[in-house]
Structures are given as structure tokens and as C-alpha cells.
């Protein structure tokens, strides 16, 4: 059993175990793991840190991890000597195997097996851009667990799974990501249904941070460099979290990897604030990816994307649309598989930072496809597509639904 206590950034606290925010001072909470150097199990995926993730036990059937490799296509060409690729989606040929061609496949599992554990057996719901909803809805499909995914227009066609679908209920909301999310926290506040609680679940946070521990096994060192593309920050937070713990282990170096932090303008609100940029939101349709919009990011709270960037030494980057587009030409045409166009934009950050010299060519990179092999995927294993069971302007419609389901 993987032993740990739940203990607030802010003021230190020991906390419950299923808490999500301090209410002393409103800090993000971290699981604090009594095994103190990284030691990987013999199990599948993600589940080989099962010392470093708040669970108990585990999903065997869902649970693949992100994988690592030296790239040489895509670093001859942006004239890099040490980049490294995680690359969390379908690809075969390099063992990487996500059912939904997402990292968010590193979210959902310890989540819903946290879930299990509560023993109180209720229906989890999640408000998504698309990406997290369609990890959710798989495991959830292999599980059985209860979900109601609430879900923005916009996400409807990122969502399938390969597996029958389970004991779902898809709420289509007419409005943004924001929108979402409000009405997901208010089906969550009643009684029998609750809210995944996004960053600041423990769960989420650490199943993502199992990009940094993979990589620093295959590099046999912490990187210098972390670039990735974010929506909440959530992401960074992870790779800041992760890296802190294998600092404390002593074996992969004792530099904190810099974060470098990638958003897509216009709508940019973590870039706006690391820079002190006013400016307001646009039409998410403006974006050329609407995942990577969250009006509300953990930027300033205690433990938050503010604290990993200044902790590391780190930077947000602006991306245009263009930028995104030609920089996921650049990776696809290098490195041979197509991505999401999230990650795109951490391609585009990268080669930005070699432009302007913040980094240096023989350092060692690490660079977060954050997902991909969609194309390969659709052709292999069909996924089928997942409809929503009702469109909804209001909170009041989606209850009035639900209710009338059970």
C-alpha cells in the first residue's frame, strides 16, 4: 500500500485525505509520500509510480503512460543536440498506446480509482474543453463508475471511446469552456454527485507529473528545460511538483528544470498575467486551440502556477495561431506522427526560445507533446463517437435532467 499524508502549501497542515482546499488560507493541498526516493514498481504504465500517486490500489485495465525518446529529426532541425520528447497518444512503433490520444489519460485513472476508495460511491462529474472529458469517458466506460460529462459545443467532436460506452450522461452547454464549468460545480454541490475538482485534485496532479518521473528515468537526469502548452497551468504545476520530489531524491540532479509555459493568443490569461498585460478575452473560436483557454487559471493561489514558475526560473509564452500551425507542420513532417494542436503551441514556444537565445543548444530539453496519434487511432481501432444526451443553456436545465433520469 503507497503511504501518504495531504499537506497545505500554505500553511503547512496535515489536511484529510480526500480534501481539495485548505480552508485556512484557500492553498492548493500536495500528497507528501513517505517513500522519498523514486522507485517504480512492476506494474503497468503510470501504475510503476504507484509510491508517488495518492491511491491505494489500482485500475489495471486503464492506466499507459506517457513515453520518452531522444529525438533526432525534429532536433536536427531546430539545431538542438538534447531534446527529448514525451509524448503522451497513439503511436505503436514507440510503445505509446493512450486510448484517447490525450495526457489527460494520466488524470483519470488515479482519479476514478481515488474515487473508488471514498467508499461513498458517487456519480463524478467533469466539466471539459473535450480532451479531459474523452479520458474520463473511457475509463469511466471500463469501470462502470457514474459520470455526467458537461461539455461546451465547441468539445462535442473530441469526444469518443473505445470501448461501449458506459453509464454516462453528456450535458452539451451552449457557451464556452467558463460556462462549463459553472455548471458543472453546480450539479457537483448536490448530494450523490461530485466535482473531480480539477487542479486541485491530487490525483489529477500527480498522475501528470508521471511525464517528469518517466522522462528523468530515460534521461537519467532531470531536464534543463520543460516546455509545454497549457490551458489552466495545472500541466506545470505537475512538472514543478514532480521535479521537486525527485530533486529531494538526490539521484537526477538538484536544478528544478525551467518551465516554459506555453499559451495561444489571443485568449492567454496565465501569458497576460506572468507579463503584466491587461486584456480581454476573445471568441474562442478566434484560437487555434480552444482547449488551452481557461478564464480562471490556479495562477496566484499558494502553490499555483505563479509559485512553479518563479520556483524554477521559468516563462510564459504568447502564441499566434500561425505560429501554432507552422510549428505543428515542422513536428508532424520531422518526427512522423500528427498531434493535437495544443501541442503545437509548445512547439512553437520552443523554437521562440531558441530564436531569442533563452536557451542553449547543448542543454538538455524536455518537450511535452501533449497529445497525438489521433489520425492513427481512428484508423485502427474506430472509436465511436459519443452524443450528447441534452443541450442546455442553464444550470436549472441540466439539473431538471439529471433528475429525471434517476
Same mark, same amino acid.
Not at 490500489?57 to 536536427?76: C, H, K, N, P, Q
Given at each position: 500500500?503507497?503511504?501518504?499524508?495531504?499537506?497545505?502549501?500554505?500553511?503547512?497542515?496535515?489536511?484529510?485525505?480526500?480534501?481539495?482546499?485548505?480552508?485556512?488560507?484557500?492553498?492548493?493541498?500536495?500528497?507528501?509520500?513517505?517513500?522519498?526516493?523514486?522507485?517504480?514498481?512492476?506494474?503497468?504504465?503510470?501504475?510503476?509510480?504507484?509510491?508517488?500517486?495518492?491511491?491505494?490500489?489500482?485500475?489495471?485495465?486503464?492506466?499507459?503512460?506517457?513515453?520518452?525518446?531522444?529525438?533526432?529529426?525534429?532536433?536536427?532541425?531546430?539545431?538542438?543536440?538534447?531534446?527529448?520528447?514525451?509524448?503522451?497518444?497513439?503511436?505503436?512503433?514507440?510503445?505509446?498506446?493512450?486510448?484517447?490520444?490525450?495526457?489527460?489519460?494520466?488524470?483519470?485513472?488515479?482519479?476514478?480509482?481515488?474515487?473508488?476508495?471514498?467508499?461513498?460511491?458517487?456519480?463524478?462529474?467533469?466539466?471539459?474543453?473535450?480532451?479531459?472529458?474523452?479520458?474520463?469517458?473511457?475509463?469511466?466506460?471500463?469501470?462502470?463508475?457514474?459520470?455526467?460529462?458537461?461539455?461546451?459545443?465547441?468539445?462535442?467532436?473530441?469526444?469518443?471511446?473505445?470501448?461501449?460506452?458506459?453509464?454516462?450522461?453528456?450535458?452539451?452547454?451552449?457557451?464556452?469552456?467558463?460556462?462549463?464549468?459553472?455548471?458543472?460545480?453546480?450539479?457537483?454541490?448536490?448530494?450523490?454527485?461530485?466535482?473531480?475538482? *480539477? #487542479?486541485?485534485? !491530487?490525483?489529477?496532479?500527480?498522475?501528470? /507529473?508521471?511525464?517528469?518521473?518517466?522522462? %528523468?528515468? &530515460? @534521461? $537519467?537526469?532531470?531536464?534543463?528545460?520543460?516546455?509545454?502548452?497549457?490551458?489552466?497551468?495545472?500541466?506545470?504545476?505537475?512538472?514543478?511538483?514532480?521535479?521537486?520530489?525527485?530533486?529531494?531524491?538526490?539521484?537526477?540532479?538538484?536544478?528544478?528544470?525551467?518551465?516554459?509555459?506555453?499559451?495561444?493568443?489571443?485568449?492567454?490569461?496565465?501569458?497576460?498575467?506572468?507579463?503584466?498585460?491587461?486584456?480581454?478575452?476573445?471568441?474562442?473560436?478566434?484560437?487555434?486551440?480552444?482547449?488551452?483557454?481557461?478564464?480562471?487559471?490556479?495562477?496566484?493561489?499558494?502553490?499555483?502556477?505563479?509559485?512553479?514558475?518563479?520556483?524554477?526560473?521559468?516563462?510564459?509564452?504568447?502564441?499566434?495561431?500561425?505560429?501554432?500551425?507552422?510549428?505543428?507542420?515542422?513536428?508532424? *513532417? #520531422?518526427?512522423? !506522427?500528427?498531434?493535437?494542436?495544443?501541442? /503545437?503551441?509548445?512547439?512553437?514556444?520552443? %523554437?521562440? &526560445? @531558441? $530564436?531569442?537565445?533563452?536557451?542553449?543548444?547543448?542543454?538538455?530539453?524536455?518537450?511535452?507533446?501533449?497529445?497525438?496519434?489521433?489520425?492513427?487511432?481512428?484508423?485502427?481501432?474506430?472509436?465511436?463517437?459519443?452524443?450528447?444526451?441534452?443541450?442546455?443553456?442553464?444550470?436549472?436545465?441540466?439539473?431538471?435532467?439529471?433528475?429525471?433520469?434517476?
Amino acid at each position: 500500500m503507497g503511504d501518504y499524508v495531504v499537506r497545505c502549501v500554505g500553511c503547512g497542515s496535515v489536511r484529510p485525505p480526500y480534501t481539495l482546499v485548505c480552508p485556512e488560507d484557500g492553498a492548493l493541498l500536495r500528497a507528501e509520500y513517505a517513500l522519498k526516493r523514486l522507485s517504480p514498481r512492476s506494474l503497468p504504465g503510470i501504475w510503476r509510480f504507484y509510491d508517488w500517486l495518492p491511491v491505494h490500489d489500482i485500475i489495471r485495465e486503464a492506466g499507459e503512460g506517457s513515453v520518452t525518446y531522444r529525438s533526432s529529426a525534429l532536433s536536427r532541425e531546430l539545431g538542438l543536440k538534447n531534446l527529448y520528447i514525451s509524448f503522451s497518444g497513439y503511436w505503436p512503433e514507440r510503445d505509446a498506446l493512450m486510448k484517447t490520444c490525450s495526457f489527460k489519460d494520466l488524470e483519470a485513472p488515479p482519479t476514478m480509482q481515488r474515487l473508488r476508495e471514498r467508499c461513498d460511491s458517487p456519480t463524478l462529474v467533469v466539466a471539459s474543453a473535450g480532451n479531459t472529458a474523452r479520458a474520463f469517458a473511457n475509463v469511466a466506460s471500463m469501470t462502470g463508475q457514474d459520470l455526467v460529462l458537461v461539455v461546451p459545443e465547441s468539445g462535442l467532436s473530441r469526444l469518443w471511446t473505445t470501448v461501449p460506452r458506459g453509464r454516462i450522461s453528456l450535458i452539451c452547454v451552449r457557451g464556452d469552456y467558463y460556462d462549463a464549468i459553472q455548471i458543472g460545480e453546480r450539479i457537483a454541490s448536490m448530494p450523490e454527485f461530485v466535482g473531480e475538482g *480539477g #487542479a486541485r485534485n !491530487i490525483a489529477r496532479r500527480d498522475g501528470m /507529473a508521471t511525464v517528469m518521473l518517466e522522462a %528523468a528515468l &530515460a @534521461i $537519467e537526469r532531470l531536464p534543463d528545460h520543460y516546455f509545454q502548452a497549457v490551458g489552466s497551468g495545472t500541466g506545470g504545476i505537475s512538472a514543478w511538483e514532480a521535479s521537486l520530489r525527485l530533486v529531494d531524491d538526490g539521484r537526477f540532479g538538484k536544478v528544478l528544470p525551467r518551465l516554459h509555459l506555453a499559451q495561444n493568443l489571443p485568449n492567454a490569461p496565465i501569458y497576460h498575467e506572468w507579463h503584466g498585460i491587461k486584456a480581454e478575452a476573445c471568441p474562442s473560436e478566434d484560437m487555434f486551440d480552444d482547449v488551452l483557454f481557461n478564464r480562471h487559471p490556479p495562477y496566484g493561489v499558494a502553490g499555483g502556477v505563479r509559485d512553479a514558475l518563479a520556483d524554477s526560473g521559468g516563462d510564459v509564452y504568447g502564441i499566434s495561431n500561425r505560429e501554432a500551425a507552422d510549428a505543428k507542420r515542422l513536428f508532424e *513532417g #520531422a518526427e512522423g !506522427i500528427d498531434i493535437l494542436n495544443a501541442p /503545437a503551441v509548445a512547439v512553437a514556444a520552443l %523554437a521562440n &526560445a @531558441i $530564436e531569442s537565445g533563452a536557451i542553449m543548444s547543448d542543454e538538455t530539453i524536455l518537450l511535452n507533446i501533449t497529445g497525438g496519434g489521433v489520425s492513427r487511432l481512428k484508423e485502427e481501432l474506430m472509436p465511436e463517437a459519443l452524443r450528447p444526451d441534452i443541450i442546455v443553456s442553464s444550470s436549472e436545465e441540466a439539473i431538471d435532467f439529471l433528475a429525471g433520469r434517476s
